[in-house]
C-alpha cells in the first residue's frame, strides 16, 4: 500500500500550480514550481529550458526505462469563466482552476506514483518522470526537446485525463493549408475565374472522401475543412484566390506522407502540411502493462485527441485522472478523488510489470 502522504501532497501541489500562471511558452512558474517541489522531497532534477525530469534513486543504465510524463503548460483562460483561473481554490470534493484537469492532476498523480518508487531498489526498470512545457501548442521546446537527453524507452505513460482508463492509441495530426487560384474580375460581369468556386470542388473531396483502410481501434482517417479564407473583401470582385485550412486526423494504417501523397492526387488546389511531426502513436494490446490495465478492468480504447504521446517514438499508453470532456472548459476543475484514483492506478499499473 503506498503512503497516504503523497496524495496530501499531490493536493497541495496542484494548487500551488494552478495558482502559477503557466500558459504554453511562459512556463517559467510552474518549472520553479516543480523544481522546488523535487529539492523539497530530496531528489535530484534536471532542467532544460521550461522542461523538468528526474530519474529514481538507483538508476541502471543495463535496465531499460519507463518515461512518467505529463505537461504543465495549459491554455488562457476560457472567456467564460465565473470564478478567477488562477485560484486553486478546494471546495467541497473539486479542485478549481485552469489547468487542474487538463493535465495537473495527472502530472501530480505521475509525480506521488514516481516518488512511490523513486528509492526502491532491485526494480526491474528505471523510471523517469518528465514534467514537460508546450504540450498545448505542440511546441518544439517540450518533450521533443529532451528526449535526446533521456535514455533509449521501453515505455512512456503519457498523462493526461482519461478517466484512468487506458487509450491504447492515438490519432496523429497533420494540418494542411490550402490555396486555389483563380482570375481576378469584375462580379456583375462574366469576368475573371471564381478561386472560392474552384476551392468548393476540393472542399467537396475532403468532405466525401473515404480511406480505405480503417483502425481496429482508431476508426477511419478523418478530414475536416475547418476554416475558409480569401485575400479579396470587397463585395463586387471575383477572388483571385481562395485558401482554407484542413485538419487532418490518422490512424496507424497510414503513415502521413502516404495520406499527404494521396490529398494531392486528387485535388486541384496548392497543398502543404504545416509539419509531419505528430504521428499515430500506441502500444500492442498483449502488452504486459495493457494486460494488467485489463484484469484491474480498465477499458482500453482509441483516443481522438493528440497529446505528446504523438512525439514520442516508443510504445505508449495515454492515462490519467480527470475528464477529458473538462479540459479547457471555463472553471475548470479535477475530483480529488480522482487524484487519488490516479495515484493508485498508476502504482498499481508499474508494480504489475515490475
Not at 534513486?57 to 526505462?65: E, I, L
Not at 487542474?100 to 512511490?116: E, I, K, T, Y
Not at 493549408?177 to 469584375?186: E, I, L, N, V
Not at 478492468?297 to 499508453?317: E, F, M, N, R, V
Request: with cysteine; glycine share 8%.
Amino acid at each position: 500500500m503506498w503512503n497516504e502522504q503523497l496524495y496530501t501532497d499531490a493536493v497541495k501541489l496542484l494548487q500551488q500550480l494552478v495558482r502559477t500562471p503557466s500558459i504554453s511558452r511562459e512556463e517559467q512558474g510552474t518549472a520553479g514550481v516543480l523544481g522546488a517541489f523535487l529539492q523539497d522531497c530530496g531528489i535530484p532534477f534536471q532542467q532544460h529550458l521550461n522542461n523538468v525530469w528526474a530519474k529514481n534513486k538507483y538508476f541502471d543504465a543495463s535496465k531499460p526505462t519507463i518515461l512518467f510524463n505529463s505537461h504543465h503548460d495549459t491554455v488562457k483562460p476560457n472567456p467564460q469563466y465565473t470564478r478567477d483561473p488562477f485560484d486553486g481554490a478546494l471546495e467541497g470534493d473539486r479542485l478549481f482552476g485552469l489547468g487542474s484537469n487538463d493535465a495537473g492532476g495527472c502530472l501530480v498523480s505521475l509525480l506521488a506514483a514516481f516518488r512511490h518508487f523513486y528509492d526502491q531498489q532491485h526494480l526491474k526498470y528505471n523510471i523517469i518522470i518528465a514534467a514537460t512545457a508546450e504540450e498545448e501548442i505542440s511546441g518544439i521546446n517540450g518533450i521533443e526537446s529532451i528526449l535526446d537527453q533521456l535514455p533509449p524507452l521501453e515505455l512512456a505513460m503519457v498523462g493526461e485525463p482519461t478517466l484512468t482508463q487506458l487509450a491504447v492509441a492515438e490519432k496523429g495530426l497533420m494540418v494542411l493549408d490550402c490555396t486555389s487560384y483563380g482570375r481576378a474580375g469584375h462580379a456583375a460581369r462574366e469576368e475573371g475565374e471564381n478561386a472560392l468556386y474552384k476551392a468548393l470542388t476540393d472542399i467537396t473531396w475532403f468532405k466525401d472522401y473515404r480511406f480505405e483502410k480503417v483502425s481496429p481501434v482508431l476508426g477511419p482517417v478523418k478530414m475536416s475543412v475547418t476554416v475558409i479564407n480569401t485575400s479579396n473583401k470587397a463585395h463586387n470582385v471575383v477572388p483571385a484566390d481562395c485558401s482554407f485550412v484542413v485538419d487532418v486526423r490518422v490512424t496507424e494504417m497510414y503513415t502521413l506522407e502516404q495520406v499527404l501523397d494521396t490529398v494531392k492526387a486528387h485535388v486541384q488546389c496548392e497543398v502543404k502540411a504545416r509539419s509531419i511531426r505528430m504521428r499515430p502513436s500506441g502500444i500492442p494490446l498483449n502488452h504486459p502493462l495493457v494486460q494488467a490495465g485489463v484484469a484491474m478492468g480498465k477499458q482500453c480504447y482509441g483516443s481522438p485527441t493528440t497529446s505528446d504521446q504523438a512525439l514520442i517514438p516508443y510504445p505508449s499508453i495515454k492515462i490519467g485522472p480527470g475528464d477529458s470532456a473538462r479540459s479547457h472548459t471555463a472553471d475548470e476543475f479535477i475530483y480529488v478523488q480522482e487524484i487519488r484514483e490516479g495515484i493508485d492506478t498508476y502504482i498499481r499499473l508499474v508494480t504489475a510489470i515490475l
